[in-house]
Every structure is written in structure tokens, then in C-alpha cells.
């Protein structure tokens, strides 16, 4: 089965960058939707934003758009996320997902959609 590895998390300055990646090992991304989700302390897992493979088509959250941007890399069987304009209310975990079934945008926006998840990456942004 596939697993997530996650990596680029790490401390930013407000206004600042990171790139976020998720690599794939032990499978491929083939056919799937690829989501970022993020948990701050003390709340609830939110969604970020997703990616069809197959597409490359894209939805992310409101509170994101604009300042992050997901994309894959088909030869590295990888999903990024570039954030950029980063603001201290952007701390929190953040966690890649896959899921290998059909559904909606709606539907995709949603944890209980996912059946892999990678381990996490902190991701803190403070002056």
C-alpha cells in the first residue's frame, strides 16, 4: 500500500514562504486526489487544498487562495505546496492525504474521504 512521506515544514516569518512536499513510496499517485489538510492546536483538521492527479485540476479553501498553491510532479510522483504571504494564523500541522475513489469537490474536502495519510509536518510562522 502507498505511504506518504512528508517534508518541508519548519519556522517562517509572517509574509513569508515554504514549500511543502509529499512523496509517494511503495505506490503511485495514479488515479487520485491529493489533498493538504492542517490541524492548528486545539482545532479541528481543516482542509487546504487538493489535487486530481490524473488532471491536475485543483480546489483549495478560501482562506488559502491566492497565497498557496498546490501542484504534482508526475516524474517524482510528488505533491507540493508552495505557501506563500504566510500569517501567524497559518500555524498549525500539516498533513498530505490520498484518497483512489470518485467523488466530488465537496466530498474531497472532507478528512473522512482520505484512506492514507502521511505523519504530519509542523509548520510554525512567527516574528
Known amino acids: 500500500q502507498v505511504q506518504l512521506v512528508e517534508s518541508g515544514g519548519g519556522l517562517a516569518q509572517p509574509g513569508g514562504s515554504l514549500r511543502l512536499s509529499c512523496a509517494a513510496s511503495?505506490?503511485?499517485?495514479?488515479?487520485?486526489?491529493v489533498a493538504w489538510f492542517r490541524q492548528a492546536p486545539g482545532k479541528e483538521r481543516e482542509f487546504v487544498s487538493a489535487i486530481f492527479w490524473t488532471s491536475g485540476s485543483r480546489n483549495s479553501a478560501d482562506s488559502v487562495k491566492g497565497r498557496f498553491t498546490i501542484s504534482r510532479d508526475n516524474t517524482k510522483n510528488t505533491v507540493y505546496l508552495q505557501m506563500d504571504s504566510l500569517q501567524p494564523e497559518d500555524t498549525a500541522v500539516y498533513y498530505c492525504?490520498?484518497?483512489?475513489?470518485?467523488?466530488?469537490?465537496?466530498?474531497?474536502?472532507?478528512?473522512?474521504?482520505?484512506?492514507?495519510w502521511g505523519q504530519g509536518t509542523l509548520v510554525t510562522v512567527s516574528s
Open positions: 492525504a490520498a484518497a483512489f475513489l470518485g467523488g466530488s469537490w465537496f466530498e474531497y474536502r472532507l478528512s473522512n474521504k482520505y484512506s492514507v
Open positions: 511503495g505506490g503511485t499517485f495514479s488515479r487520485a486526489t
